[in-house]
């Protein structure tokens, strides 16, 4: 349930309010006016594009923010079902100490519902009383920090299902069984990619903030509505091509185009990988190397409101382990439980998050039901469902980055280059610290306007 990292991979067991309290919240970029007389486009209203645009117009310059959605936020969105807040994409401020999205939580006013990774049941139908074997999950843990550790030390790079098999070849069937449960649990659904894809040699490598996991009350959606009071942000105009030149750049719309001193480039990797965007003269062959090394992941949520709570709601998480046949939603959270709603929230990441991306809802729902039902026998049809499809969404491609195979963490430093002085990059794929984060888009949103104000500020 928690990150896998090099240094606890074994201990790994298991809108509205927010713009009224923007005045609480001080500009990011302090005020200078650094950028005065420039004209800075930014390329989309995600919480990197948002907080660019942001620290520039602080600054002293104007920018114009241009979102191809009728919506700002994009992967970081709360819809409201029946008055419950679902988070159809970020859901946590991870790691809450000294945490960027923390210190803006807390100026915006906003609440936290702390969550605990500790505060969790698991089961395992092939068990006598049908509950999770604590000792026998450790042993299984082991087995596959061991392995992990060999791949970490390697000669070549190596896809984390060679790492998975080899945990569990040789191991007691029901060992064997437990090494896959960890893998979908603590990897795949952690990192968004499958194991065919994930590099055994950087999959986990990024920072992390202590102090425990947080959800915002009311929504994370509440944090891109912070952050876009006060600014130009045109919506439903998806930019089709970028040209630079020595004096500018033009930002094409549909029929229009915009002139500017510089642009910042915040949509996802998925999108950049889709080439939508025409840049001429092309983006530098070290760049498009990154773009195309670096992976994207599919991490779906389905959400099951049913009439009233059968399951455990005394608990953060329900762990299942997968039985032979079923589908790996292995990870269910009680999301409804600080509100007293009866709604469960579950994962499907990696191959799993990429065949949800083609399904319709019914098929979806049926496979999940499956899982959860081995858990829950008596677990009646849901009264209403919701599904989130990332990786076929036009504006997305996918949920957030990864590390595949042969990939290197100097990709993402790559990506975070200037090109030029008047076009930069910025988006979670571009932050080698703090990647596949909301944490992580906040911080490539402030250097990516540093950067424009380092080039063309006075």
């Known amino acids: 349930m928690t990150a896998i990292t090099r240094r606890q991979f074994a201990g790994g067991t298991m809108g509205v309010a927010a713009a009224a309290a923007l005045a609480a919240c001080a500009p990011l970029g302090g005020g200078s006016t650094r950028g005065d007389g420039l004209t800075v486009v930014v390329v989309g209203a995600g919480v990197a594009g948002l907080t660019a645009a942001r620290d520039l117009q602080a600054a002293g310059a104007t920018v114009i923010v241009l979102e191809a959605r009728d919506r700002i936020g994009g992967r970081t969105v709360t819809e409201v079902r029946e008055g419950f807040p679902l988070d159809l994409g970020a859901s946590w401020i991870h790691g809450v100490d000294g945490n960027p999205v ?267 039901l499956t899982a959860l039902r081995t858990a829950y026998p008596g677990a009646p049809e849901p009264l209403e469902v919701l599904v989130t499809r990332w990786g076929a969404d036009p504006y997305a491609g996918g949920s957030y980055s990864f590390a595949a195979v042969g990939s290197d963490p100097a990709m993402r430093d790559t990506l975070a280059e200037p090109v030029g002085e008047r076009l930069v990059l910025a988006g979670e794929a571009t932050s080698r610290e703090h990647p596949s984060t909301v944490h992580g888009a906040l911080l490539s949103g402030q250097r990516a306007a540093a950067a424009v104000l380092d080039a063309l500020g006075a």
């Open 102 to 368: 923390s210190a803006l939580v807390a100026d915006a006013r906003l609440g936290t519902i702390p969550t605990d990774v500790e505060s969790a049941v698991g089961y395992d139908i092939e068990t006598a009383d049908g509950l999770l074997d604590d000792a026998l999950l450790a042993r299984a843990a082991a087995r596959l920090d061991e392995a992990v550790q060999r791949g970490y030390d390697a000669e070549v790079d190596q896809p984390l299902q060679v790492i998975v098999d080899a945990a569990a070849s040789g191991a007691p069937a029901d060992q064997a069984r437990l090494v896959r449960y960890l893998a979908a649990s603590a990897i795949e659904d952690e990192y968004a990619g499958p194991l065919s894809e994930l590099s055994a040699y950087w999959f986990d490598e990024a920072e992390a903030y202590g102090g425990g996991d947080a959800m915002i009350d009311g929504g994370y959606g509440q944090v891109p509505a912070v952050l876009a009071e006060g600014l130009d942000v045109r919506l439903s105009s998806p930019v089709t091509a970028i040209a630079l030149s020595d004096d500018g750049v033009s930002v094409t719309v549909a029929s229009a185009t915009i002139e500017a001193d510089a642009v910042i480039v915040t949509v996802p990797l998925g999108v950049l990988r889709q080439g939508a965007i025409a840049v001429d003269p092309p983006l530098p062959a070290e760049h498009q190397a990154a773009i195309a090394g670096l992976g994207m992941g599919s991490l779906n949520k389905v959400f099951l409101r049913f009439d009233s709570v059968f399951w455990d709601d005394d608990v953060d998480w329900i762990g299942i382990v997968p039985p032979a046949g079923v589908d790996p939603w292995v990870d269910w959270v009680t999301i409804g439980r600080a509100a007293g709603a009866p709604v469960l929230l579950g994962f499907a990441a990696g191959d799993l998050g990429r065949w949800v991306d083609a399904q319709p809802d019914a098929a979806v729902v049926a496979s999940a």
